[in-house]
């Protein structure tokens, strides 16, 4: 299947930094992007839908001024943490569709997740 | 979109068939049933896609009946690497934002 990969794994910054996850999608082009947030314990709760081109569409509560997205290509969105904050401390996942590696073309891959620790 | 609720948690043993129950009673007509296999500290995994009958890849079966208000997840023979959290997501391709239930946590024991 297709993968996505994100870059870095794991980052500890102080708070007050900002810092910057990349999501790249390695073999297909994908025009969609969904950045999550995961709690310990908890399921994945979408943060945003990043669209090439355009600007991202932010789910209810979520701050668009401290999660800012960027989807410059058709293979990499990068999501920037402004002003972070101890509470900022989550696991971060993006997912990207290939509608035409899959049956159906429904399929979503998902990256490994980035553990972002805030001090 | 259409609201999936799942068990909370599961227990089997190594060896045994787990079947993993998903109500998602609004379900419209062009949505089709994934499933998601999560470990702690990763990225869900895909494990089986279905709109309608049996859909059977290498590794479980889904089974979704004729009014498709409900989906199936079987895992034949389950070994310890099986524990992790199982999600079922509904939603149509074309506009599909993939949105999460809190899952189903199965715990396979020795």
């Known amino acids: 299947g297709a993968v996505v990969s994100q870059h870095p794994s794991w980052v500890i910054c102080k708070s007050g930094t900002s810092v910057k996850i990349e999501c790249r999608s390695l073999?297909?082009?994908?025009?969609?992007m969904f950045w999550y947030r995961q709690f310990p314990k908890q399921s994945l709760m979408l943060m945003a839908t990043?669209?090439?081109?355009?600007?991202?569409?932010?789910e209810q509560g979520v701050e668009k001024d401290k999660f800012l997205i960027n989807h410059a290509s058709l293979t990499l969105s990068t999501l920037t943490v402004t002003s972070a904050h101890p509470e900022d401390s989550s696991f971060y996942i993006c997912?990207?569709?290939?509608?035409?590696?899959?049956?159906?073309?429904?399929?979503?891959?998902f990256g490994p997740g980035t553990r972002l620790t805030v001090t | 979109l259409a609201k999936t609720t799942q068990p909370i948690s599961m227990d089997s043993y190594e060896g045994q068939e787990v079947n993993i129950t998903c109500s998602h009673n609004?379900?419209?007509?062009?949505?089709?049933i994934t499933w998601y296999q999560q470990f702690p500290s990763q990225g869900p995994r895909f494990i089986i896609q279905?709109?309608?009958t049996k859909v059977t890849n290498e590794v479980a079966s889904l089974f979704i009946p004729a009014d498709r208000k409900s989906s199936t997840l079987s895992l034949p023979r389950v070994s310890l690497s099986d524990t992790a959290v199982y999600y079922c997501l509904v939603g149509d391709g074309g506009s599909y934002i993939p949105t999460f239930g809190r899952g189903t946590s199965l715990i396979v024991h020795p």
């Open positions: 990043s669209n090439e081109g355009s600007k991202a569409t932010y």
């Open positions: 073999d297909f082009q994908a025009t969609t």
């Open positions: 279905g709109y309608k």
């Open positions: 609004n379900i419209a007509t062009n949505d089709y």
């Open positions: 997912s990207a569709r290939d509608p035409t590696n899959a049956p159906t073309g429904y399929e979503q891959y």
